[in-house]
């Protein structure tokens, strides 16, 4: 089984609400800061948010106030919460697992989110 792997992208209409979620397996879990990235069609992959072990939490100023993320250890899944989404929101959306001490570093597969009327 793949690492890091993504569900709940899907078309949406403006305004409206999605939560992506990111299963983790393979690694321990408590010992990687965990992110969302996203990737529109001809730009670059950019950061959404991010979570560290401890809960502290970054976000793009893009999507503050209406994104969430959060982790839940005991079950090694990691959401991103995402409310009054605009067009502009419209990507795929990726999981990052990035090891705290050390070197390693994971990629989900992505999911599409389309935000449109």
């Known amino acids: 089984q793949a690492p890091l792997v993504e569900s709940g992208g899907g078309l949406v209409q403006p305004g409206g609400s999605l939560r992506l979620s990111c299963a983790a397996s393979g690694f321990t879990f408590s010992s990687y800061a965990m992110s969302w990235y996203r990737q529109a069609p001809g730009k670059e992959r950019e950061l959404v948010a991010d979570?560290?072990?401890?809960?502290?939490?970054n976000y793009a100023d893009s999507v503050k106030g209406r994104f969430t993320i959060s982790r839940v250890s005991a079950e090694n899944m990691v959401y991103l919460q995402m409310n009054s989404l605009k067009p502009e929101d419209t990507a795929v959306y990726f999981c990052n697992a990035r090891e705290i001490w050390g070197p390693r570093e994971y990629w989900g597969q992505g999911t599409q989110v389309t935000v449109s009327s």
């Open positions: 979570i560290t072990s401890r809960g502290s939490t």
